[in-house]
């Protein structure tokens, strides 16, 4: 015969259900605390979601700093482009300033010194004896070449007189605009051995181009002492100095 369970141990049943029930719950929180509890294996803890724009690399906000980064450098190199051309542009203008005509100089290219830039004057000196000194002044606005020596001819004399050869500089003397050039001429010997001696009254001077006696334009034309200019076959010139004391030390 079944026998069915009393009142009693009903009660008693219910009791430990609820034990066990509350022991569970216990359990499963204890679990939950200490990390030993179950997981979604679907997803990973450390997978950033769609709602973390600083771990997306879609998010705007990255792009814009990128973009900002790269427009940085842009304008970085932009800036040292312009500091390289303004300082190409600086260096220009020094060189240009550095030679031009502000310092009070000329970058002009000579030209060669002759009758039509000039001005040319002679006068004899007392030392040395039977010496002349010849002038020439640049009368032109661009610096010019006093090359060689000055070919000298009195009157319509047919030959053509040397010069010292000792006397010649180690560079070819140039004339800024209003400078002077000179030439130290010996007329005559002092020992008396020179030889067909005469008294020129016109003298002119011709100039040297390039090479030796080639033409460098027009002459000059000397004005002389009343008297004369007594000179004989010693007659020798000087080549063309920056100073009276060099040509005259021959």
Not at 25 to 39: E, F, I, P, S
Not at 49 to 78: I, R, Y
Not at 83 to 94: A, L, V
Not at 142 to 158: A, N, S
Request: proline share 6%; aromatic share 6%.
């Amino acid at each position: 015969m079944r026998a069915f369970p009393t009142a009693g141990s009903r009660r008693t049943r219910t009791g430990l259900l609820a034990t066990t029930t509350v022991a569970l719950a216990a359990l499963a929180l204890t679990a939950c605390q200490n990390g030993t509890g179950t997981h979604d294996e679907g997803r990973s803890s450390s997978a950033p979601t769609a709602s973390s724009p600083a771990q997306s690399p879609d998010a705007p906000g990255t792009t814009t700093s990128n973009t900002g980064s790269s427009s940085g450098s842009s304008a970085a190199k932009g800036s040292d482009a312009s500091h390289k051309g303004t300082g190409t542009g600086k260096g220009s203008t020094g060189r240009s300033s550095g030679s031009g005509t502000g310092h009070g100089t000329t970058t002009a290219t000579p030209v060669i010194c002759n009758g039509a830039n000039t001005r040319v004057t002679a006068k004899e000196v007392s030392r040395p004896l039977n010496h002349m000194l010849i002038t020439v002044k640049n009368t032109g606005s661009r610096p010019c070449d006093l090359t060689y020596y000055p070919i000298l001819q009195f009157d319509e004399m047919q030959w053509a007189p040397g010069a010292f050869e000792e006397s010649r500089p180690q560079a070819v003397t140039t004339l800024a605009p209003g400078q002077s050039g000179y030439a130290g001429v010996r007329l005559s010997a002092t020992d008396g051995s020179g030889e067909i001696g005469t008294t020129g009254h016109k003298l002119t001077v011709i100039f040297q181009g390039r090479t030796p006696r080639s033409d460098a334009g027009p002459s000059a034309t000397v004005n002389l002492p009343a008297k004369g200019v007594y000179y004989d076959s010693k007659l020798t010139a000087t080549y063309w100095q920056s100073s009276v004391a060099d040509a005259l030390t021959w």
